[in-house]
């Protein structure tokens, strides 16, 4: 199985930046997903990296580094929208195919 | 398209009684996952299917949870008997592929 460690809660400004850290150990890496989730909402899908880099989705950025175990989350221009739960999930290469293994989740914050 | 429909929303039943989760994944994804989310556990993957066949069930808590797909636009997770550990918000999810997982509104049960 894999360890997934990210903060348990960040809160910023809004129109600022925040960026959310996720590391990860894994006996065989195979794809890091972000998701978001609102209270009381379902998980919606932000991103996956599979290789090494920065994946760009407008405001949202994600980034691997899978040597680290580590990917980040980035959230530029900050809404009060943006408020809500990142869950990083990783999948593992012994694992079938579908099985996602999710962290904790970051409780995000934006203030006024 | 109407996304991943579940029913229902709210279910309250007592321990000891059979619980019938339904969800009607998107057309056309040939995926189906089955997560369970507690405050305590976070999110978890109880079962998923592949082409109405379950390809993993290794997250199903023990024999009173079962899960089934009879067709490609049906399926249900029966909790028998319950009991209140097993209240949590259940999601239904379908995928096209598994890198991109469309989750359904939920189903909060509470047992009691």
């Known amino acids: 199985g894999q360890n997934i460690d990210q903060p348990t809660e960040m809160t910023a400004t809004e129109g600022a930046i925040v960026q959310i850290n996720c590391t990860y150990q894994t006996s065989g890496f195979n794809g890091l997903f972000w998701y978001q989730q609102h209270a009381g909402e379902a998980p919606t899908f932000l991103s996956y990296n599979v290789l090494d880099g920065l994946e760009e989705k407008g405001r949202f950025s994600s980034f691997l580094s899978r040597s680290k175990g580590y990917s980040y989350l980035l959230l530029k221009e900050l809404q009060m929208k943006d408020s809500a739960s990142y869950l990083c999930?990783?999948?593992?290469?012994?694992?079938?195919?579908?099985?996602?293994?999710f962290g904790a989740g970051t409780q995000v914050v934006v203030t006024p | 398209d109407a996304g991943v429909i579940q029913s229902p929303r709210h279910e309250v039943t007592e321990m000891g009684q059979e619980v019938t989760l339904r969800c009607k994944p998107i057309?056309?994804?040939?995926?189906l996952f089955w997560y369970r989310q507690t405050m305590m556990r976070g999110l978890e993957l109880l079962i998923y299917f592949n082409n109405n066949v379950p390809i993993d069930d290794s997250g199903m808590p023990e024999d009173r949870f079962s899960a089934k797909m009879p067709n490609a636009s049906f399926s249900t997770l029966k909790i028998q008997p319950s009991e209140p550990r097993d209240s949590a918000v259940y999601f239904c999810?379908?995928?096209?592929?598994?890198?991109?997982?469309?989750f359904g509104p939920g189903t909060r049960l509470t047992v009691l």
């Open positions: 057309s056309g994804h040939d995926y």
């Open positions: 999810a379908s995928s096209p592929d598994t890198d991109t997982q469309y």
């Open positions: 999930a990783v999948r593992d290469r012994g694992d079938s195919w579908g099985k996602l293994q």
